[in-house]
């Protein structure tokens, strides 16, 4: 009886195990929101990542023993934000590619030294408002990573629809400039 046990529990490991290798272990999440402003009423909000404090779900009140810290300059391409708390756990976010008319591209190391995701948060030109469309890609670790992609990409859109629903609130709120 144990032996048939010890069988089909090595077995339902190995088959796991199987799966885990075949299963896609990347991710695409993309939202957007319509923000009644010009792109350089946005881009300041964004280029500094001091701000996304101010409008993001990466804040203290999601973990209240999150701990930030801030490296480069203060903003614009070099801007680094490093993150460690035991609900989002650890990473970082620096930003390679900043333009107040198109938006900023951040390369995400999460839960890891090396970069395993790429973001945007780029601008469209409609009427007089500007569409910000959030994409973000990246994969998983091996094996177990597939597992949990669909997950990570209903837990991103989520926040990302948060985010970008209070970015529109903060930038809409603000007295535009004469």
């Known amino acids: 009886m144990i032996k048939k046990f010890s069988i089909a529990l090595v077995a339902l490991i190995v088959l796991t195990l199987a799966v885990g290798l ?3 272990r990347t991710w695409r999440v993309e939202r957007h929101v319509v923000i009644n402003a010009t792109p350089a009423r946005i881009h300041p ?9 101010e409008w993001s779900v990466w804040t203290r009140a999601l973990d209240p023993m999150l701990r930030n810290t801030y490296e480069g300059p203060q903003d614009g391409v070099g801007a680094k934000w490093m993150w460690l708390g ?9 930003i390679t590619a900043s333009d107040p008319l198109r938006g900023v591209e951040l390369d995400e190391s999460i839960e890891s030294e090396v970069v395993n995701a790429r973001a945007s948060l780029a ?10 469309t959030w994409v973000d890609e990246g994969t998983l670790p091996p094996v177990v990573g597939g597992f949990f992609r669909g997950t ?17 609130a903060v930038v809409e709120a603000q007295t535009p400039p004469n």
């Open 22 to 24: 075949v299963l896609p």
């Open 45 to 53: 909000l964004l280029f500094d990542l001091k701000r996304w404090q």
């Open 152 to 168: 990570v990409e209903d837990r991103l859109g989520a926040h990302f629809a948060t985010s970008l629903e209070k970015l529109k």
């Open 123 to 132: 601008f469209t030109a409609e009427g007089d408002a500007t569409r910000v």
């Open 86 to 94: 035991p609900t989002m756990g650890r990473g970082q976010i620096v």
